[in-house]
């Protein structure tokens, strides 16, 4: 027996054996992750502008055919990668009292904004989202979608409970819960936040919203 030919007794030919098409379906998943984990990488080092397939490719251990494979260019890559953000979503708490609820919320999200990645990666896409509104899609998509989720079960509990009258502005509601957050890890950048910060944050918000 050779790789990849066969031999029939009696038979002095041999024939080729078939081959698996070509495409998707041979696609490793593990070099697919190595790949989206060196996107971010690269976005956090460079940034969008000068980040390249070849240094992606570089720093995922694998050839630039790996990437051109999976995604036909740099931006169709980033909008792959960001728009998966959104389907990752956060926990939805449920501790039983709304102030809580947005505690958990709040130490969460605090957490991952000012991951060094993230801080750096989510002012530089924005800042190619006001020239390029694919991106800007995607980017509106990624940070909305899993944040007004979890804010929308939040709201749905007090409700239940209670905590907050029904029909209130939801809209308004959701800029409440999620915009502290955003305004100082995106538009100030604040490293640090002040002691007892969620805390107020959360017991503020629930105020807020039960004023509505």
């Given at each position: ?34 790949i ?51 389907v ?8 039983g ?108 918000t ?7």
């Amino acid at each position: 027996m050779l790789d990849g030919m066969t031999t029939n007794a009696g038979e002095s030919q041999t024939r080729p054996r078939r081959r698996a098409p070509a495409g998707a379906a041979v696609l490793r998943e593990d070099v697919t992750e190595a790949i989206r984990a060196a996107v971010f990488a690269e976005l956090a080092s460079v940034g969008y502008a000068r980040m390249s397939i070849e240094g992606i490719a570089r720093r995922a251990g694998v050839g630039k055919t790996a990437v051109y494979r999976r995604w036909r260019s740099k931006l169709h890559l980033v909008l792959d990668v960001v728009s998966a953000l959104a389907v990752q979503g956060l926990p939805a708490p449920d501790t039983g009292s709304l102030e809580s609820d947005l505690r958990l919320l709040y130490e969460v999200t605090s957490r991952a904004l000012r991951h060094p990645v993230a801080s750096q990666i989510i002012p530089d896409l924005q800042a190619e989202a006001a020239r390029n509104p694919d991106i800007a899609e995607a980017m509106q998509k990624a940070l909305r979608d899993g944040q007004e989720s979890v804010a929308s079960s939040i709201l749905a509990a007090a409700g239940q409970r209670g905590e907050i009258r029904p029909g209130l502005d939801r809209d308004l509601a959701l800029d409440l819960i999620s915009g502290p957050l955003y305004w100082r890890a995106v538009v100030i950048r604040s490293p640090k936040l002040p002691k007892g910060y969620l805390g107020a944050l959360a017991r503020g918000t629930a105020e807020a919203l039960k004023a509505l």
